[in-house]
């Protein structure tokens, strides 16, 4: 059979199976915030800032990135918002949410984004043919319901690598979102 581990052996032999999940981390604290509150806290402590992940890469966090980051979305018509006409109401003021859907979830667990990029268990190519961003940053944490959450990075043609969308999923939605085996792994 070869050399190596057991662990190896299979690996080898059955390289499509998932590897266990991780032990969850403790969740930050949820945000309460609404989507105006949010931006504020947003343009202060994220936007425009660079992170540092496991692997030593630098990941960007952009203004414009702020309707993706919650799925903003039109209810009369099912499109996602337009990013500049979003950020323009939020900077002068006349944000009117009543015209918008968003997922809870995204606002509630925004602000998790620095420790999914700083402490994340795992680093994946994007295997997904409709989110746009090249590597997964995958955590998991304590939490109920949807306890991974997920942040797709791209790099730009500047070579800056810039987060394009993060949200939850579930273990069993995971393989949909990430190839095997990981880039990178916390050991």
């Known amino acids: 059979m070869g050399g190596g581990s057991l662990k190896d052996q299979l690996a080898r032999l059955y390289p499509h199976v998932a590897p266990p999940p991780p032990i969850p981390a403790k969740h930050p604290p949820y945000s309460t915030l609404d989507i105006a ?26 203004e414009e990135n702020f309707p993706k980051f919650l799925n903003l979305k039109l209810p009369s018509t099912g ?12 900077r002068a003021g006349t944000f009117d949410p009543s015209l918008y859907s968003w997922d ?20 994946h190519a994007n295997c ?8 997964v940053y995958v955590k ?3 939490k109920e319901g949807d ?3 997920l942040l797709f ?3 730009t043609h500047a070579g800056q690598r810039v987060i394009t969308t993060s949200f939850l999923t579930s273990f069993g939605r995971l393989p949909k979102f990430i190839e095997q085996p990981p880039i990178w792994t916390k050991k």
Do not use: M
């Not at 509150?37 to 890469?57: H, N, W």
């Not at 499109?79 to 939020?90: Q, T």
């Not at 997904?128 to 590597?135: K, N, Q, T, V």
């Open 79 to 90: 499109k996602k918002a337009k990013a500049n006409i979003v950020l323009d109401a939020l």
């Open 104 to 123: 809870e979830d995204r606002l509630a667990t925004l602000f998790w984004i620095p420790d999914v990029i700083s402490g994340c268990h795992s680093l």
């Open 153 to 155: 990075t791209v790099e």
């Open 140 to 142: 998991a944490y304590d």
């Open 147 to 149: 306890p991974i959450k």
């Open 128 to 135: 997904h043919a409709e989110i746009a961003g090249e590597e």
């Open 37 to 62: 509150q949010s931006f504020v806290k947003f343009c202060d402590e994220l936007a425009g800032k660079d992170f540092i992940d496991p692997c030593g890469q630098t990941i960007s966090i952009l």
